[in-house]
């Protein structure tokens, strides 16, 4: 019975020594927060860092309005077997730290006619382009900051920008989702002045939620939005 009981207490030793030698297999950059699934962006209580990209408050979004839209690689129609609307699918096409050896930034910095997103839609910002590739260089992690702040909702720093990483891939001049487009100053104020703008984001009965297939804005940026319309939809 000792010679057993040995035997069990070095198999659980080597258990958890082979246990925490997997965890540590893959290392992260010091001070990101890694998590298994996307929350909704600003609520991580974390002050995001102006040197590092984050996943759930700019990548997601981004590939959800460019690439994973009703279609093309969204849950439903996983065009080619990619299913691009979650940090596990998205995963299966970068290779962390190598950029250029990633299939999803190869994708999208092709200026063919088989670039992604396909013409007619919009390539790619080259600001965007720059954030991915430095999200997968970085390591390509899961991560997540708080970066909302309600006291700026200013058009130009504020509204402007959120619709442009989450919501212009799929409404603009050549891709109308819906009918709407919010690529520029005067489409974004007609839909505020409507109340659909508003309804979309906050999910309001009998108005199409937005993002599409994506997690619902974080009351924050729901916030800006509303205090926005609130002040007569300024261009400022």
Same mark, same amino acid.
């Given at each position: 019975?000792?010679?057993?009981?040995?035997?069990?207490?070095?198999?659980?030793?080597?258990?958890? +020594?082979?246990?925490?030698?997997?965890?540590?297999?893959?290392?992260?950059?010091?001070?990101?927060?890694?998590?298994?699934?996307?929350?909704?962006?600003?609520?991580?209580?974390?002050?995001?860092?102006?040197?590092?990209?984050?996943?759930?408050?700019?990548?997601?979004?981004?590939?959800?309005?460019?690439?994973?839209?009703?279609?093309?690689?969204?849950?439903?129609?996983?065009?080619?077997?990619?299913? +691009?609307?979650?940090?596990?699918?998205?995963?299966?096409?970068?290779?962390?730290?190598?950029?250029?050896?990633?299939?999803?930034?190869?994708?999208?910095?092709?200026?063919?006619?088989?670039r992604m997103p396909p013409p007619p839609m919009p390539a790619m910002s080259?600001?965007?382009?720059?954030?991915?590739?430095?999200?997968?260089?970085?390591?390509?992690?899961?991560?997540?900051?708080?970066?909302?702040?309600?006291?700026?909702?200013?058009?130009?720093?504020?509204?402007?920008?959120?619709?442009?990483?989450?919501?212009?891939?799929?409404?603009?001049?050549?891709?109308?989702?819906?009918?709407?487009?919010?690529?520029?100053?005067?489409?974004?104020?007609?839909?505020?002045?409507?109340?659909?703008?508003?309804?979309?984001?906050?999910?309001?009965?009998?108005?199409?939620?937005?993002?599409?297939?994506?997690?619902?804005?974080?009351?924050?940026?729901?916030?800006?939005?509303?205090?926005?319309?609130?002040?007569?939809?300024?261009?400022?």
């Amino acid at each position: 019975m000792k010679i057993m009981s040995v035997k069990t207490g070095l198999l659980t030793v080597v258990t958890v +020594l082979v246990f925490f030698a997997c965890k540590h297999e893959i290392p992260f950059p010091a001070g990101t927060t890694v998590v298994t699934e996307v929350p909704n962006p600003g609520t991580s209580g974390r002050t995001c860092s102006p040197d590092s990209v984050y996943f759930a408050n700019e990548i997601q979004p981004m590939i959800n309005a460019s690439c994973a839209m009703a279609g093309c690689h969204d849950a439903v129609t996983h065009e080619e077997g990619l299913n +691009l609307t979650t940090y596990t699918g998205i995963l299966k096409i970068v290779s962390p730290r190598n950029a250029g050896g990633s299939k999803l930034y190869k994708e999208i910095i092709r200026t063919d006619k088989d670039r992604m997103p396909p013409p007619p839609m919009p390539a790619m910002s080259t600001d965007q382009l720059a954030k991915i590739q430095k999200w997968i260089n970085q390591g390509a992690v899961n991560n997540v900051c708080d970066k909302c702040d309600t006291t700026d909702f200013k058009y130009s720093t504020a509204i402007k920008p959120l619709l442009a990483t989450k919501c212009v891939g799929c409404h603009n001049s050549a891709s109308l989702g819906g009918g709407v487009d919010l690529a520029s100053y005067a489409t974004v104020k007609t839909s505020a002045l409507s109340g659909k703008l508003l309804g979309s984001v906050k999910w309001t009965a009998g108005i199409s939620a937005m993002p599409k297939g994506g997690v619902k804005m974080p009351d924050c940026e729901i916030t800006q939005i509303q205090k926005w319309i609130n002040a007569g939809t300024p261009n400022n």
